[in-house]
């Protein structure tokens, strides 16, 4: 090639690793977001923008349009992809209305924003959450069986202390798993 030394091409066997290595950095990446094929990553990505209905993903995505060709193919499989993004968490969508746009929930940006991340991915209840509900219910049983065996604590400190701890620990767990729907609605 006229003006190009053999010094300044690039090496292939370089440029087949550089590829390499960016194709498997993208599917490590997809991977922690837990999607399951290209086209969740797309409807992710055409929500990061804004809400979308299920036919403007179809025209964003495939460039088709209701009464174009294969239009309900294009449709359906979108339409597949949204409900698992929905059973995951990743999207979600009004109740009631005609018009049902989706859009990614906290959920799902918090996973975004984590997928570089190693430390661990985003949950939607964690652990110090599951706990609390843990200990709630056992503590419910015991006050249950309490009751229905007829046992007394007597009325002295410990059963003022078991019963407020009880009912601390259900109002904590109470607004703690509402702020885990709120993650996902």
């Not at 209305?97 to 929930?105: A, C, E, F, N, V």
């Not at 843990?134 to 003022?160: C, K, N, Q």
């Not at 701890?165 to 709120?182: D, P, Q």
Request: hydrophobic fraction near 45%; proline fraction near 3%; charge should be positive.
């Amino acid at each position: 090639m006229p003006g190009i030394d053999s010094d300044e091409l690039p090496n292939l066997t370089e440029v087949r690793r550089a590829i390499k290595e960016r194709v498997l950095n993208a599917i490590g990446e997809l991977g922690q977001l837990d999607v399951q094929d290209l086209t969740q990553a797309r409807i992710i990505a055409a929500l990061l923008t804004g809400q979308r209905t299920v036919s403007e993903l179809v025209e964003e995505i495939y460039g088709q349009r209701r009464g174009d060709e294969g239009y309900m193919g294009s449709y359906s499989k979108i339409r597949r992809a949204v409900m698992v993004l929905a059973s995951h968490g990743y999207v979600s969508t009004k109740l009631f209305g005609k018009d049902k746009p989706y859009r990614l929930t906290k959920y799902a940006v918090a996973n975004l924003a984590d997928i570089s991340d190693s430390t661990g991915k985003p949950r939607i209840i964690p652990r110090v959450d599951l706990i609390i509900h843990g200990v709630t219910v056992i503590m419910g049983l015991v006050a249950l069986s309490l009751v229905v065996e007829r046992i007394s604590l007597g009325s002295g400190p410990a059963f003022a202390l078991f019963y407020a701890a009880l009912f601390t620990l259900l109002g904590a767990s109470i607004v703690r798993l509402l702020e885990s729907v709120s993650k996902v609605m």
